[in-house]
């Protein structure tokens, strides 16, 4: 007796948008960039190649939005369970620290999000650019800055988008080495990464009247 024919179940929009950007994420995570052809997207997720384009133009398309979300799931990890009302030194702390683990959390998506970002910064790049795709992350992070400063806990003297940008390219920096080497143990580097920072723009404490 032949089994019954598979149903295959009707997705919505949004969750079938997920389902292939993060089959994307996870080839590219695993087997990088190159691997990411259409046809493999629409092999790890099971569908045909071409419901790939209902979705979207063309696998560019495709890549940026997986890259987008990688972004996004990569932030919510960091930002989960922290005190956005915490002082402002605590609070960068904590989220260097829960940065540092993603290697081990999120190894997919730190590899896929900063893979597309090499593909964005490469000249005559036709699918957007890095900075349009940080342009977001910067906002929100430059806003917890501008908190701090209005607190009195990091100098005012500094300009808090060039210091977000700054912020973000050290922890990019720290989680590409943390990837590459994982004998590192990541939170001692995490608090030598937040010593450092912290060093130079924390504002010194007022002096007792």
């Known amino acids: 007796m032949s089994g019954a024919p598979r149903i295959r179940q009707r997705l919505s929009a949004e969750t079938r948008r997920e389902q292939l950007e993060v089959a994307t994420i996870a080839i ?10 259409a046809e493999a997207v629409a092999r790890a997720a099971d569908v045909s190649k071409g419901l790939l384009w209902r979705y979207y133009t063309d696998l560019d398309d495709l890549i940026l939005h997986a890259g987008r979300r990688a972004l996004t799931i990569l932030e919510a990890a960091v930002a989960f369970d922290i005190d956005l009302d915490a002082h402002a030194a605590d609070l960068l702390r904590a989220a260097i620290r829960r940065a540092a683990v ?18 964005l ?28 400063q209005q607190h009195g806990q990091i100098r005012a003297d500094l300009d808090p988008h060039l210091l977000a940008v700054t912020y973000q390219g050290i922890v990019d920096t720290m989680l590409e080495h943390l990837d590459a080497n994982p004998d590192i143990d990541p939170l001692a580097y995490a608090d030598h990464v937040a010593e450092v920072l912290l060093g130079g723009i924390a504002a010194a404490p007022s002096s007792p009247k």
């Open 121 to 148: 910064q490469a000249p005559g790049s036709e699918i957007g650019s890095a900075a349009h795709e940080y342009k977001h992350l910067y906002t929100r992070q430059a806003a917890l800055i501008q908190h701090g």
């Open 102 to 119: 993603l290697p081990s959390t999120h190894g997919n998506e730190l590899r896929a999000a900063r893979q597309i970002a090499h593909r």
């Open 28 to 37: 590219i995570g695993g087997d990088g960039l190159a691997a990411a052809t």
